[in-house]
């Protein structure tokens, strides 16, 4: 390349919808290029084993629409506060259920719809705040990765940096 010429911007071209929620998360490990070497989106693999050993899987096999906020990598879950929380989590001993199901609402949220959101209802029964003043998009204390969405055919997967978890937990 000679001077002063420039590069196309970068873009991961994801494909149209592959299915139903699940279908998708579980796709992120197989997906060419895999997903799992984008540190944007990592591969979903904890929190899809905790919506598969909750049962709350078989829930997002229904029409929906659903939005659903997944941590995509191991990071998310180190990052729970108090220590052990994430042990607890992943073995079951904590209310594991509800945790997922605070991560899910009714309803398909892109981007630009949770900028004009304020309040969301999970299917856990609690509220997410939604945060939008700035550049980044916040779900409680959680934010929105970028890229955004990952679109599904019965709703749209948001990663976020943080596991959600409900007041009391």
Known sequence: ????????????????????IMEVLLSTETSIPPLEESPAFGNFTLFTGLLQSTGVAARLEGPGPYTVFAPPTDAAFDKMDPPGTRESVLN?????????????????????????????????????????????VMVNNATVAIPPELPADNGVIQGIDTVLLPSGT
């Open 1 to 20: 390349m000679g001077a002063g010429a420039t590069l196309p911007p970068f873009s991961l071209s994801l494909p149209d919808p592959a299915g139903k």
């Open 92 to 136: 079951g001993s904590a209310n594991s259920t509800e945790i997922v199901l605070y991560h899910i609402v009714n309803g398909s949220y892109t981007l630009d719809g949770l900028r004009n959101a304020s309040t969301l209802r999970t299917l856990q029964g609690g509220n997410l705040t939604v945060n939008a003043t700035g550049p980044a």
